[in-house]
T-cell receptor, first 114, second 111 residues
């Protein structure tokens, strides 16, 4: 079946540290891949996406590359800020699967300390 | 304002009562979704809709009913609430480019 596995949290970093959150997926077909961010008490916001192999999505200093050979979509940021503290969700979508629903990983909580 | 809005944001009810969570989007997206978010389970799809009057079950539909008489609205009803339905509920709509846009969520507590 289709699924997403993320590294477990919480992840605690100091400000300006390098961030990696691992995400691997299993899918039939050719999924699109997404990272969403959820701040406390809010809904999920799209952070970045990639729609085909070797695509790199980027936004607000975050990056992730769609690696078909390793079925991965790891999220990276070179220098995190306190304001990046949130829960991050990796997700895949298959346009012909249940309306293009997104299948989410469990989420990784990131806490950045000053 | 453009976007997707949910109401109520917070609701406390009792076991056995009927509860309806509302969802409204202004983009005219065809596809809409209801997810629930629970610790340890992540986000799970309850129901989705491809268009007005077209709905289908997701992973965890039991105990829920949906309708979609207009493209912009997608209400979720718990006909007889149970404690296991205490959760945060998110409505979403899908853009043609594949990403989902989420509302801010409805936090439901069933006593």
């Amino acid at each position: 079946g289709n699924s997403v596995t993320q590294m477990e949290g919480p992840v605690t970093l100091s400000e300006e540290a390098f961030l990696t959150i691992n995400c691997t997926y299993t899918a039939t077909g050719y999924p699109s891949l997404f990272w969403y961010v959820q701040y406390p008490g809010e809904g999920l916001q799209l952070l970045l996406k990639a729609t085909k192999a070797d695509d790199k999505g980027s936004n607000k200093g975050f990056e992730a590359t769609y690696r078909k050979e390793t079925t991965s979509f790891h999220l990276e940021k070179g220098s995190v800020q306190v304001s990046d503290s949130a829960v991050y969700f990796c997700a895949l979508g298959l346009i012909y699967n249940q309306g293009g629903k997104l299948i989410f990983g469990q989420g990784t909580e990131l806490s950045v300390k000053p | 304002d453009a976007g997707i809005t949910q109401s109520p944001r917070y609701k406390i009810t009792e076991t056995g009562r009927q509860v309806t969570l509302m969802c409204h989007q202004t983009w005219s997206h065809s596809y809409m979704f209801w997810y629930r978010q629970d610790l340890g389970h992540g986000l799970r799809l309850i129901y989705y809709s491809a268009a007005a009057d077209i709905t289908d079950k997701g992973e965890v539909p039991d105990g829920y009913v949906v309708s979609r008489s207009k493209t912009e609205n997608f209400p979720l009803t718990l006909e007889s609430a149970t404690r296991s339905q205490t959760s945060v509920y998110f409505c979403a709509s899908r853009a043609n480019t594949g990403e989902l846009f989420f509302g801010e969520g409805s936090r439901l507590t069933v006593l």
